[in-house]
């Protein structure tokens, strides 16, 4: 059967309580993302969280614009991640990791880390591009990127690295 955090695809919309068994996710609920469904999320608000994600293959979720996933957990993906114009936020209280893959050609827009872990924080396993913005929403946060993190501006914009020593407002970042 289909289980709490399992997308069933009636239409596009993430916080459309039709479109999962229950309950829209919270930072608690482990989300699959399955094969076959007619439709799959598109992600244009800031509020969706998840814990853990998981992307069958032949499932999708495109986040875009203004829209960003709040992820607590991990990220599992062997269909299509699109956040070329979207933003993820690193939220756990562990380390987190974004493993190799995790996006569709590697490229993200923006990257939020708001892990609140002791180092590593958060720990890239494999080639990223980053189009937009790379920030931290705190204090002694990490990114470990192993030399995988690559900013790539292009005509349309410029990718950057946010204020991460601030010391008012951000420190030992």
């Known amino acids: 059967g289909v289980g709490i955090g399992t997308w069933k695809g009636v239409n596009t919309i993430w916080n459309d309580i039709q479109n999962w068994c229950d ?15 007619s439709f799959y999320p598109v992600i244009i608000t800031a509020s969706p969280v998840v814990k853990n994600i998981t992307i069958a293959p032949g499932g999708s979720v495109t986040i ?32 987190q990791s974004i493993p190799a893959a995790a996006f569709q050609n590697n490229d993200i827009k923006n990257l939020v880390i708001s ?13 990223l591009n980053l189009y937009g913005k790379l920030s931290f929403t705190g204090s002694n946060q990490t990114f470990t990127t192993a030399g995988f993190l690559v900013l790539k501006s292009t005509a349309a914009g410029t990718a950057s690295v946010a204020d991460i020593t601030n010391n008012s407002v951000n420190s030992g970042n």
């Open 115 to 127: 892990n609140t872990a002791a180092s590593p924080g958060v720990t890239l396993g494999g080639a």
């Open 23 to 37: 309950a829209i996710p919270t930072a608690a609920t482990n989300v699959i993302i399955p094969a076959g469904k």
């Open 64 to 95: 875009t614009g203004t829209g960003k996933l709040g992820i607590y957990g991990s990220i599992s993906n062997a269909g299509i991640f699109n956040v070329a114009d979207g933003t993820i936020e690193m939220l756990g209280s562990t380390a």
